[in-house]
T-cell receptor, first 113, second 114 residues
């Protein structure tokens, strides 16, 4: 059964720093991996989707990489801003058609002004 | 596009009452998902529909939970009777089709069962 973990569970950084969030999954047989952002009391907002054949995706200050063979993905946030403060979740879609997205527990990010 | 729409946004009810949560997926999307999020268990998939047909309901916790999708633009998740341990945020999400597309989430319904 696919399991997804995220490290660290929480992170606090000063504004302007570059940072990396980590996501690990136990089964490399995936269709894709998606990073989401969740603000307190709100729903999930899709940030980036990486297909299994891709190595990375970029959107603005965000860059997500995927190393399927090692079961890892990273989300890189450049020049962090207080508005980036949120919980970041990664989710993988296993190739087993019976399963859909399996979510990690999230990393709670605080960017201090 | 209005995105995924859920109602109500907040629901407070007493134990034993019936609760119905509603979802309108993004127009043109034919896959719909119901999730539950709690502090203890994180985000869990409850049920997944494709073309209005339930494909995987293995995440539905017990018979008190039921979900329907009578047409492509509407789905309900019903809990009858509700219990305090059902208190959570329930999210609906939709996806364009069953291939590799990303999921889009609604704002969620925060359910409190007293």
């Amino acid at each position: 059964k696919q399991e997804v973990t995220q490290i660290p569970a929480a992170l606090s950084v000063p504004e302007g720093e570059n940072l990396v969030l980590n996501c690990s999954f136990t089964d490399s047989a995936i269709y894709n991996l998606q990073w989401f952002r969740q603000d307190p009391g709100k729903g999930l907002t899709s940030l980036l989707l990486i297909q299994s054949s891709q190595r990375e995706q970029t959107s603005g200050r965000l860059n997500a990489s995927l190393d399927k063979s090692s079961g890892r993905s990273t989300l890189y946030i450049a020049a962090s801003q207080p508005g980036d403060s949120a919980t970041y979740l990664c989710a993988v879609r296993p190739q087993d058609y019976g399963q859909n997205f399996v979510f990690g527990p999230g990393t709670r990010l605080s960017v201090l002004p | 596009d209005a995105g995924v729409i859920q109602s109500p946004r907040h629901e407070v009810t007493e134990m034993g009452q019936e609760v119905t949560l509603r979802c309108k997926p993004i127009s043109g999307h034919n896959s719909l998902f119901w999730y539950r999020q709690t502090m203890m268990r994180g985000l869990e998939l409850l049920i997944y529909f494709n073309n209005n047909v339930p494909i995987d309901d293995s995440g539905m916790p017990e018979d008190r939970f039921s979900a329907k999708m009578p047409n492509a633009s509407f789905s309900t998740l019903k809990i009858q009777p509700s219990e305090p341990r059902d208190s959570a945020v329930y999210f609906c999400a939709s996806r364009r089709d069953a291939s590799y597309n990303e999921q889009f989430f609604g704002p969620g319904t925060r359910l409190t069962v007293l």
